[in-house]
């Protein structure tokens, strides 16, 4: 069994983007992300630390807005447009998930597509689904596909398992499997026989936010498991993997921390200065 090292993989790549960070310093350009956080949820002031702190160790310029939890709708909006508006803004995202009073969707179709490092703009998610080139890619699928490239597991021809189907991860990740020529099965919470999906898939992804969903006994010998869940269970992180059984049977697991996880990230600076390079050729 193979560890699929994500932190390892999103070091050696933010090496890389700090250079090109610097080589952009010198165009007289400098990359900029805008992270909004509205509310005091802890899980999501973790998360924007942890990319304020992995922008700070590309030299990418961080701005974080806090908002009170009772910030309307409106008062928002009015921030995303004025970030939209500045020139020195390469990428806007607000952290999920929002105060109930806020819709999000009306949130996320508001950040300029241009900006929209996370990937979840309409336009954006459109030309993932015609596999067309020049938008963003959402941050997680993107990741995980950086793993798969990274370790050499071929994607085409290959029975592929999704579990789960948010907009988030699961369908994104399902289209980009599927333009990469692999045969693609969605499974969700209304699923009736998990376990004959993926008994015989040779890849599984699993993003549904369940601890230990899938067992030892749901998976063939050599499978490519990739857990992109994120659980707190006894004050311990793990994923929506049975971790140690399973991995007795794959031949290619990620852990839990350490996997995934940091690749998101990476991927969000890497859609930053890729946004940052677009302003150039403006």
Same mark, same amino acid.
């Given at each position: 069994?193979?560890?699929?090292?994500?932190?390892?993989?999103?070091?050696?790549?933010?090496?890389?983007?700090?250079?090109?960070?610097?080589?952009?310093?010198?165009?007289?350009?400098?990359?900029?992300?805008?992270?909004?956080?509205?509310?005091?949820?802890?899980?999501?002031?973790?998360?924007?630390?942890?990319?304020?702190?992995?922008?700070?160790?590309?030299?990418?310029?961080?701005?974080?807005?806090?908002?009170?939890?009772?910030?309307?709708?409106?008062?928002?909006?009015?921030?995303?447009?004025?970030?939209?508006?500045?020139?020195?803004?390469?990428?806007?995202?607000?952290?999920?998930?929002?105060?109930?009073?806020?819709?999000?969707?009306?949130?996320?179709?508001?950040?300029?597509?241009?900006?929209?490092?996370?990937?979840?703009?309409?336009?954006?998610?459109?030309?993932?689904?015609?596999?067309?080139?020049?938008?963003?890619?959402?941050?997680?699928?993107?990741?995980?596909?950086?793993?798969?490239?990274?370790?050499?597991?071929?994607?085409?021809?290959?029975?592929?398992?999704?579990?789960?189907?948010?907009?988030?991860?699961?369908?994104?990740?399902?289209?980009?499997?599927?333009?990469?020529?692999?045969?693609?099965?969605?499974?969700? =919470?209304?699923?009736?026989?998990?376990?004959?999906?993926?008994?015989?898939?040779?890849?599984?992804?699993?993003?549904?936010?369940?601890?230990?969903?899938?067992?030892?006994?749901? =998976?063939?010998?050599?499978?490519?498991?990739?857990?992109?869940?994120?659980?707190?269970?006894?004050?311990?992180?793990?994923?929506?993997?049975?971790?140690?059984?399973?991995?007795?049977?794959?031949?290619?697991?990620?852990?839990?921390?350490?996997?995934?996880?940091?690749?998101?990230?990476?991927?969000?600076?890497?859609?930053?200065?890729?946004?940052?390079?677009?302003?150039?050729?403006?």
């Amino acid at each position: 069994m193979i560890l699929l090292e994500g932190k390892k993989l999103s070091d050696k790549i933010k090496e890389n983007l700090k250079q090109e960070v610097l080589e952009l310093k010198a165009q007289s350009v400098e990359p900029c992300l805008a992270v909004i956080l509205v509310g005091e949820d802890s899980a999501s002031a973790t998360y924007v630390g942890s990319k304020a702190k992995a922008c700070e160790q590309c030299e990418i310029k961080s701005l974080v807005y806090k908002l009170d939890v009772n910030t309307t709708q409106n008062e928002l909006l009015a921030l995303i447009n004025t970030l939209n508006h500045d020139d020195s803004i390469d990428g806007i995202l607000v952290q999920l998930p929002l105060p109930i009073h806020i819709n999000k969707d009306i949130i996320l179709e508001s950040i300029n597509f241009y900006k929209d490092v996370d990937g979840f703009h309409p336009f954006n998610v459109g030309n993932l689904n015609l596999n067309l080139k020049g938008g963003f890619l959402p941050c997680t699928p993107l990741g995980v596909m950086k793993i798969l490239e990274h370790y050499d597991i071929k994607l085409q021809g290959a029975s592929v398992v999704v579990i789960g189907a948010s907009n988030i991860v699961g369908r994104p990740m399902a289209t980009l499997l599927l333009n990469a020529n692999a045969s693609v099965s969605i499974c969700h =919470i209304y699923t009736k026989d998990l376990k004959a999906y993926t008994k015989n898939a040779d890849i599984i992804i699993v993003a549904a936010g369940c601890p230990n969903l899938l067992k030892e006994d749901m =998976i063939k010998e050599g499978v490519v498991v990739i857990d992109v869940g994120i659980n707190r269970v006894d004050g311990r992180i793990v994923g929506d993997v049975d971790f140690e059984n399973v991995s007795k049977k794959a031949s290619y697991i990620t852990p839990v921390p350490g996997g995934v996880g940091p690749m998101t990230i990476a991927m969000l600076l890497e859609n930053t200065i890729k946004s940052a390079k677009n302003r150039i050729k403006k």
